[in-house]
């Protein structure tokens, strides 16, 4: 079983940044595919980031594309999404999973974080 904590979320104005963190527990991660979702109020879960298990592969939303950057230290046990340039409709709770291939469907990931709450004011 694979455990996730993330961290980093927090109020930012726009045009800022953050940068959330992932830290997970078990074997499996230095396998595993990571990802970012994210939910904002009334809406669904949304694919935001994925990256592969070595870091060689990434995926975006195109919500994000050249703003957001994924990234993982597995020697650290954690991924990160670096978040620029951020706006009002980034508002969400942002959650990490991890699974075994990237995928954009949420029902793809088997683990999944509490995750953190990230508020972008106008």
């Known amino acids: 079983q694979v455990h996730l904590v993330e961290s980093g979320g927090g109020l930012v104005q726009a045009g800022g940044s953050l940068r959330l963190s992932c830290e997970a527990s078990?074997?499996?991660?230095?396998?595993?595919?990571m990802a970012w979702f994210r939910q904002a109020p009334g809406k669904g879960r949304e694919f935001v980031a994925a990256?592969?298990?070595?870091?060689?592969?990434?995926f975006y939303a195109d919500s994000v594309k050249g703003r957001f950057g994924i990234s993982r230290d597995n020697a650290e046990n954690t991924v990160y999404l670096q978040m620029n340039s951020l706006k009002p409709e980034d508002t969400a709770v942002y959650y990490c999973?991890?699974?075994?291939?990237?995928?954009?469907?949420?029902?793809?990931?088997?683990?999944w974080g509490q995750g953190t709450q990230v508020t972008v004011s106008s």
């Open positions: 078990g074997s499996a991660f230095s396998s595993d595919t």
């Open positions: 990256i592969s298990w070595s870091g060689a592969r990434t």
């Open positions: 999973a991890a699974g075994r291939n990237p995928d954009t469907e949420w029902n793809k990931y088997a683990y």
